[in-house]
């Protein structure tokens, strides 16, 4: 079963930074553009980055765009989200997403086929 | 930006009965390369990530109960549940993946009259 495993959240004062990471498995990581999407306590569902396949394109929404920085490892499997000069309403639960792959290497502008479980960020001082 | 908007907000149906929620694009999110719509809709239940449910606005994904349907071109979309089950309770979100940023709609609660 494709699986994917956020860490790196938690507390952090406004100002700060913070990196997450998400680790993929049971599937060819390298095939795969990846996402990430958050959703603020109570809130809906906020779509924040995606990077393709081969990292060549990243794309942010424009709530983090200059702030935050996508990044992915295909040799170990893993995307990250570095997130700087963090605000108190980047505070959420953090996903990673991986695309469907109609098409193989799955392309950006593609539907969110499986979830990670979300690693949660809180913005406070 | 592509603005999603869903209704109703929320709706309560009869074990059995039909639920239909409705989504719309602030534009055409039909990708005329392959003449198909670049809507997903999504399920969530308390606690848990998102599910797809549905892709390219009427596929079903795998293993989705064939209950659920998408329909729908263009700017106006719809995702029925035929057949409401109890285990159906959760938020439905629709989302464009048609262009940047890929934008959810705001999601429809459903609940068990």
């Known amino acids: 079963e494709v699986q994917m495993v956020e860490s790196g959240g938690g507390l952090v004062q406004p100002g700060r930074s913070l990196r997450l990471s998400c680790a993929g498995s049971?599937?060819?990581?390298?095939?795969?553009?990846m996402h990430w999407v958050r959703q603020a306590p109570g809130k809906g569902l906020e779509w924040v980055s995606g990077?393709?396949?081969?990292?060549?394109?990243?794309i942010y929404a424009d709530s983090v765009k200059g702030r935050f920085t996508t990044s992915r490892d295909n040799a170990k499997n893993s995307l990250y989200l570095q997130m700087n000069s963090l605000r108190p309403e980047d505070t959420a639960l953090y996903y990673c997403?991986?695309?469907?792959?109609?098409?193989?290497?799955?392309?950006?502008?593609?539907?969110?086929?499986?979830w990670g479980q979300g690693t949660m960020v809180t913005v406070s001082s | 930006d592509i603005v999603m908007t869903q209704s109703p907000d929320s709706l309560a149906v009869s074990l059995g009965e039909r639920a239909t929620i409705n989504c719309r694009s602030s534009?055409?999110?039909?990708?005329?390369?392959?003449?198909?719509?670049?809507l997903a809709w999504y399920q969530q239940k308390p606690g848990q990530p998102a599910k797809l449910l549905i892709y390219?606005?009427?596929r079903r994904q795998s293993g989705v109960p064939d209950r659920f349907s998408g329909s729908g071109s263009g700017t106006d979309f719809t995702l029925t549940i035929s057949s409401l089950q109890a285990e159906d309770v959760a938020v439905y979100y629709c989302?464009?993946?048609?262009?940047?940023?890929?934008?959810f709609g705001p999601g429809t609660k459903v609940d068990i009259k």
């Open positions: 997403a991986k695309a469907f792959g109609v098409v193989i290497p799955a392309d950006l502008h593609d539907a969110l086929e499986m």
């Open positions: 049971t599937f060819t990581f390298k095939n795969y553009a």
């Open positions: 990077i393709s396949w081969n990292g060549a394109t990243i």
């Open positions: 534009q055409s999110v039909l990708y005329s390369s392959n003449n198909e719509n670049q």
């Open positions: 390219w606005a009427s």
């Open positions: 989302q464009q993946y048609y262009s940047t940023p890929f934008t």
